[in-house]
């Protein structure tokens, strides 16, 4: 079993950047490919990017693409993304999320889930 805990979340002002944390922990997390989700209030969750276990390849959501980077560092089991230009849309719950198996394009969901972490873009 992978336990996933996300980090970094909270309040932030429209144009400022946020970097989230996603912790794994009681498997191999190099063996595991990773993404981000999001949840808005009222919507379903949304996928944000994806990274393969060993950085190679990654992908992005449209609204992510070129604001957004996501990194790993398997040495510390540890995914990061990095958000930059927030915009009160990007407010959401985001979840981090884990598969045994990497697919370019839009993740439908993941088999292992972390609780999730809020940000507020908000003046």
């Known amino acids: 079993q992978l336990q996933l805990t996300e980090s970094g979340g909270g309040l932030v002002q429209p144009g400022d950047s946020a970097t989230l944390t996603c912790v794994g922990t009681?498997?191999?997390?190099?063996?595991?490919?990773m993404a981000w989700f999001r949840q808005a209030p009222g919507l379903e969750r949304e996928f944000v990017a994806a990274i393969t276990g060993s950085s190679r390849e990654s992908y992005y959501s449209d609204s992510a693409r070129g604001r957004f980077t996501i990194s790993r560092d398997n040495t510390k089991n540890t995914l990061y993304l990095e958000m930059n230009s927030l915009k009160p849309e990007d407010t959401a719950i985001y979840y981090c999320g884990a598969r045994n198996y990497y697919t370019s394009g839009t993740w439908p969901g993941a088999d292992y889930w972390g609780q999730g972490t809020q940000v507020t873009v908000s003046a």
């Open positions: 009681g498997r191999t997390f190099r063996g595991y490919a």
